[in-house]
């Protein structure tokens, strides 16, 4: 039978990078049980029997977020066989704290002491027999990023699980919490399984509501409770969980002491140098800006631009499609079915493949700057202009996990406590540019603007600037009115990305895309082929614009026409990307025959010159940035939202923001370009008053939201 070991730790502590390098590939992810926190499960490599199961990442098991609630829950209700606590050695202070609740749970617990090369480096000094004896479990020395101790400290949990050895806690409270904590497990003794007691004790003098709601205590014993909790708070002047935190701190320095030695405790990092320059009041956003200027740059531009080039050009260009379009022939295969696999299939699917170097490149780069530690600056550097705006610099976050892809970034608000900030942050952070919409920034960027490097970052910071605007007017509405969350957070040391995590990190994010071109883009490829050859009478149509697709498209094109590109080819691709946001991209492949031009070896650019201006295409490209996302996100919306309405209104924002944004860009281009003024122009003009008018109003009264802050961290 496999022995499941939870992997936990404080976020930053090096749990993912210790996951990959105990499960390797041999990976799944999924969902827990009703929520939509996503979860790592994966087997020891080289074994059969060891499972990983990586938690989310929490500093304790006193819940504010709800991936705090979805670990408590897992490690109370489930039951692992073991825990594998990571504590990173360089901050070992604050990571021991979860420590000790961890050791409270009646389970079997080692510590991967990671971070271990560091700590060695810094010539500081942990004596890990002594700590070991002091904390109650064994500790195993390790560094994910080098490579060692990960697979030990995995083998040692499974020894004790098989052997059914549990901790138990070492750590004692002071005589008047102790004789508290006592009082209660006397009065819980038959309700609770006994390797638990000591925790359900804790938790209720802490006054755990969930803890409390669960043991469903009768009103008599519930006031006996608050009687014994309220006598220890009166004699230690104090309310019960600060109690709890400074017992638990005070234990903690006390071990420090005892086993760590640091060699100079006055000694700069280089982390912290680098820091004073890179998150400057000053100088940060300016670095952030260049540091996401030269990634867009390398990746759409050079070194991005360069396979993609070679991708349409050389790959699909003169060697698949006149592959496939010869071998079909030389099977007499009829006209139709030729063209629904050259100019349908491999147009379509092949649009949207071309430009997967650049994306491989994008995620490259992010990957590294995560690796590194630079995207907690980010972060960090990001709270500071949100804060300013009355928003949670937690928001951010998922902003980050939405350059990859939008439907994680969702559902990564789940870590922001406050309601309405989860609210606002579901909202706006589908307007950072996801790797699906890539394409269409590389598309346009190479079709209209000849590659210009400004493209693809204006593209970036578009999305960031939507964020900030929308987060001032929503917050001011009564519906999201409320203190912003508290937003406290560690920063790594820098340190060498590791190659292994940096090509693993961009390949999980570009996989999905590759089985989005195999599945979904494929299926809506043929579909718009079909559409785009069949007319109403279903009889092939010779001319695209006599078609179901055009007659449809045609139907709502006015609709666009103010934005400048009122044309029903564009209004089918803007639709279709509602599906998937690559689809835009492989639906012009398909209506505008990219396979075929490619094939007789001309450039695909000239047919949309022929479409769009440039700021025509400019505005396209804003408004499928800023639209509603596509269904898999706007599915992970309903989910977070928990309301049809809620969804609805996100959905509705969300395509109102891009539709305003680009009649600004187009009407006001066209006056000062053209000297045109238009109807379109004067209502242009009425969208800028209202958001001016909107940023500038005074924000509705109403009650402020209780914002609790994480008292156990001490960072």
């Known amino acids: 039978m496999a022995v499941k070991i939870a992997l936990a730790g404080n976020p930053n502590s090096g749990k993912t990078t210790l996951f990959n ?12 049980p009703g929520v939509t926190v996503e979860k790592k499960e994966g087997r020891v490599k080289g074994t059969k029997d060891i499972i990983i199961q990586d938690l989310p990442g929490i500093y304790s098991l006193s819940p504010y977020t709800l991936e705090e609630v979805v670990t408590r829950n897992y490690l109370i209700n489930e039951r692992p066989d073991a825990i594998l606590n990571i504590v990173d050695a360089s901050n070992i202070e604050r990571n021991l704290y979860l420590t000790t609740q961890l050791m409270e749970l009646g389970l079997p617990v080692v510590i991967a002491l990671n971070m271990m090369d560091i700590v060695r480096k810094n010539g500081d000094i942990i004596n890990v027999k002594k700590l070991s004896e002091a904390i109650g479990c064994p500790i195993i020395e390790a560094s994910a990023l080098k490579g060692y101790g990960s697979k030990e400290a995995a083998e040692k949990a499974a020894e004790l699980a098989a ?25 819980i003794g038959g309700k609770v399984e006994a390797s638990l007691l000591r925790w359900y004790a804790i938790k209720l003098f802490e006054r755990d509501q969930r803890v409390m709601e669960k043991l469903g205590l009768n009103s008599g014993m519930a006031e006996s409770i608050e009687k014994i909790i309220s006598a220890c708070e009166a ?3 104090d309310d019960s969980e600060s109690i709890i935190t400074n017992e638990r701190y005070i234990y903690i320095g006390k071990v420090i002491e005892s086993c760590y030695r640091k060699k100079n405790k006055s000694h700069i990092t280089v982390s912290d140098k680098i820091d004073k320059i890179v998150t400057n009041r000053y100088l940060a956003f300016p670095i952030f800006a260049a540091v996401m200027f030269l990634v867009y740059y390398l990746s759409i531009s050079t ?23 010869g071998f079909l022939v030389s099977i007499n295969c009829a006209p139709w079915l030729i063209s629904l696999v050259a100019d349908g299939i491999v147009g379509g699917v092949g649009a949207v493949l071309g430009f997967l170097p650049q994306m491989l490149v994008l995620f490259f780069f992010l990957s590294i700057l995560e690796d590194c530690g630079y995207m907690a600056r980010i972060a960090f550097i990001m709270d500071r202009i949100f804060r300013k ?12 996990i939405a350059t990859g892809c939008g439907v994680p970034g969702v559902m990564a608000s789940r870590t922001v406590e406050n309601e309405s900030d989860r609210k606002i942050t579901i909202m706006t952070t589908t307007f950072m540019p996801c790797g699906a919409k890539l394409p269409i920034i590389a598309l346009i960027a190479g079709a209209l ?6 493209v693809a970052p204006a593209a970036y910071f578009t999305g960031i600037a939507a964020i900030i605007l929308s987060g001032i007017i929503l917050k001011k ?12 957070m560690e920063l790594p040391p820098y340190h060498m990305p590791s190659p292994k995590n940096v090509l693993l990190h961009m390949w999980d994010r570009g996989k999905s895309f590759i089985k989005k071109a195999g599945t979904i883009i494929l299926l809506a490829s043929v579909l718009i082929w079909f559409l785009s050859n069949l007319s109403w009478s279903f009889q092939m149509v010779e001319d695209a614009d006599e078609s179901i697709l055009a007659s449809l498209g045609g139907f709502l094109a006015p609709v666009f026409a103010p934005l400048g590109w009122g044309d029903w080819k564009s209004t089918v691709a803007v639709f279709t990307g509602l599906v998937a946001k690559e689809n835009v991209v492989s639906t012009f492949g398909v209506l505008y025959g990219f396979s075929e031009i490619a094939e007789n070896g001309a450039e695909i650019w000239p047919v949309l010159q022929a479409v769009y201006t440039p700021l025509a295409a400019f505005s396209f490209l804003i408004f499928n940035l800023l639209c509603a996302p596509c269904f898999a996100a706007i599915g992970a919306i309903r989910r977070e939202m928990g309301s049809a309405r809620w969804t609805w209104i996100a959905v509705g924002y969300q395509t109102g923001l891009a539709y305003a944004v680009s009649l600004c860009i187009y009407q006001i281009g066209m006056l000062v370009t053209k000297n045109s003024f238009v109807i379109g122009t004067l209502a242009a003009f009425g969208v800028i008053l209202l958001i001016v008018y909107m940023l500038l109003r005074p924000a509705s009264k ?12 001490k960072i």
């Open 702 to 713: 109403t009650g402020k939201d209780a914002v609790r802050v994480l008292d156990s961290l």
């Open 303 to 325: 070194i991005g631009s360069w396979a993609t080039d070679w991708v349409n050009d050389t790959l699909f260009g003169e060697i698949i499609s006149p592959a496939v379009s």
């Open 449 to 454: 603007f000849s590659g210009s490097v400004w």
């Open 163 to 187: 052997k059914g050895q549990k901790s138990k806690p070492r750590h004692q409270f002071s005589d008047r919490v102790e004789d508290a904590l006592n009082s209660i497990e006397r009065l």
């Open 389 to 400: 705006f009355g928003l949670s610099g937690k928001s951010f976050i998922p902003m980050l």
């Open 21 to 32: 390098n105990l499960t390797g590939s041999s990976q799944y992810v999924g969902n827990w």
């Open 477 to 488: 509405m009564k519906a999201f009115a409320g203190e912003a969350s508290p937003f406290v």
């Open 235 to 237: 004699s230690l002047d």
